[in-house]
């Protein structure tokens, strides 16, 4: 199972102020039930703070941090609402968008933005009900809700809308100023491009001053400013009531009052080109898609209430409420007006006259106080609101270079509204209508994912998003998100996709730039929500889906840490998990232990940058231990599939960790944590047992201590991975007396597909060859074994080079020692304790015969369904006497992809049934022949004739077993071989089988002929481990070969009950591995290769 950090810290006292309304929106909230580390202590204190800033609220107690009374619904949200959107478009542009597309068009383009607004005013009503509202409005809502890099993403294109914003607002302060009172109109203004930029700084640099004010002077002069626009904008429609028509002489065009003639023509849509007020190169007409890039920011000011956050007293009551409010007034003064204009005013004179709604109004003035009063307003909401939001990023850190902007001097944001105005100073060179468009995407922008973070909160179905808003649905955050972005593609395609661009790139930059939030993301409780869903859908992967599942066992992570790596790039984007064991008597009094180590070992894995999860177990020794770890470990189909334990004896060099890593080594996580006492090696073979009986693949790694494992800016001389392939075989009887061979094909392929699969890493398949090394005895095989195993290769899809060698060649000196008797001390003394050794030199020096007796268990009978599937541990369990055989099986045999395959060797598998009597007493004659080679071979300094074997009363004489004890102790002697050098036999491919069956296993076949001697097959496993360690030394050596793939010759069932046999295994396999490259030593038991599409 995957190991979650859970972090128990005191619990919360009862004291503690309740959770109002849901979770907080905190930065140390989490929504996801899997989340960022979030303690129980951090929470308690935040909920403690604001408990006692209530409390000082009610009492009258103002907080010190503060330097003004914060603002309530109607000053904080419902006027800065109101005033910013009623919007100075609306003087200035509403003329021109109304001779366009028309009363009809202009009421679809209003509707169409007010239910945009709408809807997204739901959902941020929604978001700012679910718990405290800090400073930074917008922003903060989102990155608490979205996690820090949308939410980061979106400020950044917020902050610079309201920074259009403002520009936008201050350019149309000085239009109507200079139509009133410019020296064209016949006033004392200078008219002209750089007088206009001078008048709008000035301007600008007044709303500045204003804001760095704070609340208090801001709201107070929201009031007088919001009166001033009502009022205004109330006196259009009534002017349609009270002004009689009359001539406009500077265009010499009738105002004609209201009328059905007026209304009909202006009825319908009429788009023209070259129209006062419109930015089109000439003759390009304009277009419903333009215009709505144009209208949509005189109605997108609706999060002016909650730029204010941080200044409203309570800002989850005030948001909702306020803005709400202020978009039911707006619209119903923009349909009156629009309503008015279009029943009363010529289509000619809004085509000609930019300020017809001053021209045609009762009150010029009042027009004019109405103008300044809006953009004077909207510029100060955008330089506030704008500042408040950088200010907002810069505590966050998530932007680099920004923290300078996060101080206040006497409670206000000063750094981040000086920087507000640079900014905004420079859209002042921008065209209206362009800074129209470019507010109206990155609104459109803030609006998308202000509904998508609604709806992604609902769908996630989180226990603790329960606002007190109840409006809204996961369908009114889904339209709105939807609305939103079809409306940027109508208003501009082009600036669209820019706008998208920019908000991947900030994404991007903030994800790698920005460390890591406590703020948790509804990203995790969706990813919890469907990972549960299908993992309860995950099945066994057929084995065409087949990928390795890693469970590390790790005591010490500094011997480790090379297997640690290693295993991270064999894993195949598949599961991986570092197992751990706490030896404790006491589970209670060793619990913090256990949490300790948890976060050390999830702090170490972060340091090694594996894809890994930590499982640690308490028990109170480490079989018990490993045994919950490999039960505990995984979660519904996604469970481990190979379990991999470091060498008992591991003597490899450790690596110099400063020169492989870019890390520091001085100091792991782990190093603080508790060491356990060293394990004893029949507990290191009493997990071994345990994972094989529990039907688990097994692997011994070996070696990687000292492991250079590539990196881009690491050299290795290495160039090959090399895999050794070999196969296990056992021995058993049924219950008519058959001798039956039984071997392990599963073994064979995994060895190749881990390899492979080693190769398809990057860094791996650029360094390194892909070698697959088998071996044979006699010379006469090597090239029918090269074709079976190119035949194989070809078959499971694996390109890798191909090496045969023959152990009779005279290369190998250890094979020579044993199977020929020549001298070599080292060999000799490998093997001086020995009895069996010490008896063939006796019988070599005298010239006498030697038999190797290896009792088959024939007394025993062992009942064998021939159409059951037997693994190691099953066969093991029927008294099968296992050994491991080297790359191949006698030919009889059939190497059965879903697992062991059994063939009799005293009958043969008869492929035809009309053959059957004619060729069953030749191939019994040729399979009895095999077994007396099996069962009595000898050998001196010189090949010898074939002789008896000798007698049971003999062996039992020897002391080697007992009628009695035999079975027992024949089973775990060590003296058994552990492989064959015969050649594999043909690779057969089933294609009938798609699905279920084996899709690929070998054909039965004849055992090649060679004379009754001594051979590799009949020596047992310590002398084989001596000469193949000789072997694969002398190819595979440490400056060639990065790591080896092999069989794993596990023990019997019940070794572990004896130390001697256990020490006898251990010994046995450190004489095979000493002085090899890393080896990492696999035994399977599942089919992981198939031909099946």
């Known amino acids: 199972m995957p190991s979650l950090t859970w972090d128990i810290q005191k619990p919360v006292r009862e004291e503690t102020a309740p959770i109002r309304g849901g979770p907080s929106n905190t930065p140390d909230h989490n929504y ?14 935040r909920l403690i703070g604001d408990f006692y800033k209530r409390h000082n609220s009610v009492a009258g107690d103002k907080p010190a941090d503060t330097g003004d009374e914060k603002l309530g619904t109607f000053s904080g949200v419902f006027m800065p609402t109101t005033l910013n959107v009623l919007s100075i478009l609306m003087f200035l542009r509403f003329g021109f968008i109304l001779g366009q597309v028309g009363i009809l068009g202009m009421f679809a383009l209003l509707v169409l933005s007010y239910a945009i607004d709408l809807l997204t005013t739901l959902s941020i009503s929604a978001i700012a009900t679910n718990g405290t509202v800090r400073g930074g409005g917008a922003y903060y809502m989102i990155s608490r809700s979205l996690g820090p890099e949308f939410g980061g993403a979106i400020g950044v294109v917020f902050f610079f809308g309201q920074v259009l914003n403002a520009g936008l607002n201050v350019a149309g302060f000085c239009q109507p100023i200079l139509s009133s009172f410019g020296q064209n109109a016949g006033g004392f203004f200078p008219e002209g491009y750089w007088y206009e930029f001078f008048y709008a700084t000035g301007v600008l640099l007044f709303c500045t001053s204003i804001c760095m004010f704070g609340s208090g002077l801001f709201s107070q002069a929201g009031k007088v400013l919001f009166v001033i626009l009502i009022v205004a904008t109330v006196s259009v429609p009534l002017s349609v009531f009270f002004v009689k028509p009359f001539l406009v002489t500077k265009l010499d065009i009738w105002y004609m009052g209201p009328s059905w003639d007026v209304f009909s023509d202006n009825l319908l849509p009429r788009f023209t080109t070259g129209a006062v007020g419109s930015d089109l190169p000439p003759g390009q007409m304009e277009t419903f898609t333009s215009l709505f890039g144009v209208f949509f920011p005189a109605t997108a000011g609706i999060f002016a209430g909650a730029s204010m956050s941080g200044d409203l007293k309570r800002p989850s009551y005030s948001i909702p409420k306020g803005t709400l409010s202020g978009l039911g007034l707006t619209f119903i003064l923009y349909a009156a007006t629009i309503l008015g204009m279009g029943v009363a005013i010529p289509r000619a004179l809004l085509y000609k006259d930019i300020s017809v709604i001053e021209t045609v109004n009762l009150s010029k003035w009042l027009i004019l106080f109405g103008e300044m009063s809006t953009s004077l307003f909207s510029s100060m909401v955008g330089v506030i609101g704008a500042a408040y939001v950088l200010q907002a990023i810069a505590k966050d850190a998530l932007v680099p270079y920004t923290s300078f902007l996060a101080s206040e001097i006497n409670g206000l944001p000063i750094p981040a509204v000086f920087t507000t105005y640079i900014l905004t100073q420079l859209t002042l060179f921008f065209p209206l209508n362009r800074l129209a468009t470019f507010i109206t995407m990155a609104y459109l922008m803030t609006f998308v994912v202000t509904n998508l973070a609604c709806f992604l909160l609902k769908i996630a179905s989180a226990p603790n998003f329960r606002p007190s808003f109840k409006y809204f649905s996961s369908t009114t955050a889904f339209l709105g998100a939807v609305s939103c972005i079809a409306s ?10 820019g706008a998208i661009v920019i908000l991947a790139f900030l994404f991007i930059l903030i994800h790698y730039v920005s460390p890591p939030k406590p703020w948790g993301d509804v990203s995790q409780a969706l990813l919890y929500h469907q990972v549960r869903k299908y993992l309860l859908r995950l099945r066994q992967d057929h084995v065409k889906f087949w990928r390795p599942q890693i469970l590390l066992l790790v005591d010490d992570p500094r011997s480790a840490w090379g297997l640690i790596k290693f295993c991270n790039y064999l894993k195949k984007g598949g599961l991986y998990i570092l197992g751990h064991v706490v030896i404790t008597k006491d589970f209670q009094e060793t619990f913090k232990e256990v949490k300790k180590q948890q976060q050390s070992w999830t702090k170490l894995r972060d340091m090694t940058g594996a894809k890994a999860f930590v499982q640690i177990a308490c028990s109170p020794d480490v079989v018990w231990g490993a045994r919950n770890v490999f039960l505990g470990s995984g979660l519904g189909g996604m469970k481990p599939n190979i379990t991999i334990l470091g060498s008992l004896r591991d003597k490899s060099q450790p690596l110099d960790l400063h020169r492989a890593q870019t890390i520091d080594m001085e100091a792991l996580p782990t190093d603080n944590c508790r060491k356990e006492s060293n394990i004893r090696v029949t507990q290191w073979v009493n997990i071994i047992e345990d994972i094989i009986a529990m039907q688990g693949n097994v692997a011994i790694a070996r070696g990687f201590m000292g492991m250079e494992l590539p ?41 190749l597909q881990m390899g492979a699969i080693l190769r398809t890493v990057p860094l791996w398949k650029e360094r390194y060859t892909l070698r697959v090394i088998v071996f044979v005895e006699f010379e006469d095989a090597v090239e029918e074994e090269r074709e079976r195993v190119s035949t194989l290769l070809d078959t499971l899809r694996i390109k890798a080079k191909i090496l045969v060698l023959c152990l009779n060649s ?13 001298s070599n001390p080292a060999v000799e003394s490998k093997l001086s304790e020995q009895d069996w050794w010490s008896e063939l030199v006796e019988a070599r020096e005298s010239n006498k015969p030697y038999a190797f007796t290896r009792k088959m268990e024939e007394h025993k ?4 369904d021939h159409k059951r599937r037997h693994t190691f541990s099953s066969l093991s369990h029927l008294g099968a006497s296992f050994s491991l055989r080297a790359n191949s099986i006698s030919s009889a045999g059939t190497f059965d992809s879903e697992g062991f395959s059994d063939y009799d060797e005293n009958s043969s598998v008869i492929d035809d049934e009309e053959d059957e009597d004619e060729d069953d007493t030749s191939e019994l004659e040729q399979n009895t022949s095999a077994l007396h080679r099996h069962n009595s071979l000898f050998s001196t300094s010189r090949p010898l004739d074939r002789v008896k074997d000798k007698s049971r009363d003999d062996e039992s004489s020897s002391g080697r077993s007992s009628p009695s004890s035999s079975t027992h102790h024949e089973r775990h002697n060590s003296n058994k071989p552990a492989f064959t050098s015969q050649a594999i036999p043909k690779t057969k491919v089933n294609d009938n089988d798609d699905d279920e069956g084996n899709t690929v296993m070998f054909e039965h076949g004849d055992d090649p002929a060679h004379p009754n001697v001594l051979s590799f097959n009949d020596v047992p496993a310590r002398a084989q481990h001596i000469i193949l360690n000789d072997m694969m030394a002398t190819l595979s050596s440490k400056e060639d070969t990065v790591v080896i793939f092999s069989t794993l010759p596990a023990p019997s069932m019940g070794t572990h009950r004896s130390e001697r046999e256990s020490l006898d295994f251990v010994d046995s396999l450190e004489l095979w591995c000493q002085d090899l490259p890393p080896v990492l030593l696999l035994h399977c038991q599942t089919m992981t290769v198939t031909t099946a599409l």
């Open 32 to 45: 996801g039930a899997l989340q960022r580390p979030c303690t129980v202590q951090q929470e308690e204190d």
């Open 488 to 497: 940027m593609f109508i208003a501009d395609g082009w600036a669209s996709i």
């Open 861 to 864: 009978v062992i009942a064998i």
């Open 711 to 751: 990196g881009k800016n690491i050299k290795t001389t290495q160039k090959y991975i090399d895999l050794y392939p070999i196969q296990m075989s056992a021995q058993v009887v049924d219950e008519n007396g058959t001798s039956t061979m039984t071997t392990n094909f599963d073994t064979y392929t995994l060895i």
């Open 810 to 822: 005279g290369n190998y000196a250890a094979y020579e020692c044993i199977i020929k008797g020549t």
